[in-house]
């Protein structure tokens, strides 16, 4: 996975810096493209490897590490790339997943002052919530720390993520629900349930990938969606759902679930994955006073394009547009990349 692809080597320096938050794909492809201009760039995260959740996340058999390491090896080694790990960027406070691995913490308005300009890359790193309850029952994870903690245990950067679970349920059909539940079955879970409140045309990952799923020995359960979980002594041991059917579309365009009353039924498990979406961690919050112009209520980032407002701080990827597949990523990089090359140009 080459991020210089634009050039054979280095070129002469600009003289100008710019700084990256976030060694994501997005994050990395941004660097690529501006080391390729000339730009001296510096890459700062938080985790102990570059990557994001294409190292962290996303199982090896869809996304071996090395692919990733090899091209993060080329920025480093033939184009000068600095990469700062361990090292959270930030303004304002937020807990979010991989905070763990933070040996140090950067103030984001001296990073400003010090670069040129600025990339936010930091992506999505908190799980949407269920929103029922017993969700904070123990058993209950979220499919983004199901899978960060996997990955770490295989590259040596933790201990044994999970003990094996006897009877696993995984909430959605995202890439993550897809993945989440293969891997359940990997680590020797005797039953993988896989729910969905639409059908599987709806499946947001594709028929394919749920098929594939049912193949391996997964069970499909589709227009069902959670309304409690049951808890013994702080444990899941069930999951109780209730049947939907279709209506209109909905905002998204989909068909919208509609609950069927009195269609209530419970499955039995020891370990339930909700899988339902990822949520945008900039590396800033409403308490910090220079950027909470650029953030709505809900903590997401503003702005027309890449650019946020008049400032020399740009942002690109799944920070700006919600979780998206690696390709949408690398290209969103590339776009804002351009932009910030027009910038620090003054064209």
């Not at 949407?128 to 029952?137: C, H, I, P, Q, Y």
């Not at 201990?159 to 959605?172: L, M, T």
């Not at 498990?269 to 950027?291: K, L, N, Q, R, W």
Request: glycine share 10%; with cysteine; hydrophobic share 40%.
């Amino acid at each position: 996975m080459r991020f210089t692809f634009l050039c054979k080597s280095k070129p002469s320096s600009t003289g100008k810096r710019v700084a990256i938050i976030g060694a994501g794909i997005a994050g990395l492809s941004v660097a690529g493209y501006l080391a390729c201009k000339g730009f001296e760039v510096d890459v700062y995260d938080k985790q102990p490897v570059a990557g994001g959740l294409a190292a962290l996340a996303i199982p090896s058999y869809r996304i071996p590490y090395t692919n990733v390491a090899e091209g993060v090896e080329d920025l480093t080694k033939n184009f000068g790339v600095k990469l700062y790990l361990n090292t959270k960027v930030m303004c304002g406070e937020r807990h979010d997943e991989g905070d763990d691995f933070v040996k140090q913490v950067a103030d984001l308005r001296n990073i400003v002052k010090e670069y040129d300009a600025v990339v936010i890359t930091t992506g999505t790193w908190r799980s949407r919530k269920l929103g029922v309850l017993g969700e904070d029952a123990k058993g209950v994870v979220d499919a983004l720390t199901f899978l960060y903690r996997l990955r770490l245990a295989e590259q040596g950067l933790a201990r044994e993520a999970w003990p094996k679970p006897r009877s696993v349920i995984v909430v959605g059909a995202g890439l993550s629900a897809i993945d989440a539940a293969e891997e359940a079955l990997r680590i020797g879970a005797e039953k993988v349930f896989l729910v969905y409140r639409r059908t599987k045309k709806e499946a947001p990952a594709g028929e394919y990938y749920v098929d594939d799923l049912i193949a391996k020995g997964v069970k499909w359960i589709e227009l069902a969606a959670p309304t409690k979980i049951v808890v013994e002594n702080g444990f899941v041991r069930a999951v109780e759902f209730q049947r939907m059917r279709l209506g209109p579309p909905d905002k998204t365009g989909r068909p919208a679930p509609i609950p069927i009353p009195g269609s209530e039924f419970t499955i039995e498990a020891d370990m339930v994955i909700p899988a339902v979406g990822e949520i945008s961690t900039p590396p800033f919050t409403h308490e910090c006073a220079e950027f909470k112009q650029f953030l709505n209520e809900k903590g997401y980032i503003v702005s027309k394009g890449y650019r946020l407002g008049n400032t020399n701080v740009f942002a690109a990827g799944d920070v700006l547009t919600g979780p998206t597949k690696l390709g949408d990523a690398c290209k969103h990089g590339l776009y804002a990349a351009r932009d910030v090359e027009r910038f620090l140009r003054g064209v």
